[in-house]
């Protein structure tokens, strides 16, 4: 079964730190990573993608990939309240059509 | 801009009904995804297909059937709803293939109430 796991939170941020979500995933032949953000009551938003080693940067946004450690990452720069919501982690494993798996998400509120 | 639009944001249905959930894509996508989302359970996989008239089981199919007879076009049917079917439905697509072509992208959403 693969997983990808993420802390349910809520995760408290003030506004304008640092936020960081954290993703690690079983299957160690996953090939591409997801970061989705879901504002209450509505449906997933893609963020960004990543799926080679290192860090990929967008506007505040920076994915981070680390295969050896089966660890994926996002942080947000000088959070805004807007940043609320839930975040998922996607990571697909090959395989098909269904050979992505979902996180169950990571609560995230930002502080005002 | 990648378009997947559900028919409906809210449905109110009698245990028992038949229900029907459409949704349709613009954007030429051969995959396409039925979930369902609750509440501390996260996305679960119901039905995808990767072609038209062509359909795989995902995690939980019971209870549910699809059609896919146009490309653009993946519908979901509830033959009898039950109660425990009460949930919010998302209908996703994918071009498929390698990498990034595998980013879902989801309609808003059908929030389905069974009474």
């Known amino acids: 079964q693969k997983e990808v796991e993420q802390n349910s939170g809520p995760l408290s941020v003030p506004e304008g730190a640092i936020a960081s979500l954290n993703c690690t995933y079983s299957?160690?032949?996953?090939?591409?990573f997801f970061w989705y953000r879901q504002y209450s009551g509505k449906s997933p938003e893609l963020i960004m993608f990543i799926y080679s080693n290192g860090d990929k940067e967008d506007g505040r946004f920076t994915a981070q990939l680390n295969k050896a450690s089966q660890y994926v990452s996002l942080l947000i720069r000088d959070s805004q309240p807007s940043d609320s919501a839930t975040y998922l982690c996607a990571a697909y494993s090959g395989g098909g059509a269904d050979g992505l798996t979902f996180g169950k998400g990571t609560h995230l509120i930002i502080q005002p | 801009d990648v378009k997947v639009t559900q028919s409906s944001r809210y449905l109110v249905k009698r245990t028992g009904e038949k229900v029907f959930l459409e949704c349709v894509q613009d954007?030429?996508?051969?995959?396409m995804f039925w979930y369902r989302q609750d509440p501390g359970l996260g996305l679960r996989l119901i039905y995808f297909s990767y072609d038209v008239k062509m359909k795989e089981k995902g995690d939980i199919p019971e209870g549910y059937s699809v059609s896919r007879e146009k490309k653009e076009r993946f519908s979901l049917i509830l033959e009898s709803a039950s109660t425990n079917q009460t949930s919010m439905y998302l209908c996703a697509s994918s071009p498929g293939g390698e990498l990034a072509k595998n980013i879902q992208y989801f309609g808003a959403g059908t929030r389905l109430s069974v009474l």
């Open positions: 299957d160690r032949g996953s090939q591409s």
């Open positions: 954007m030429d996508h051969e995959n």
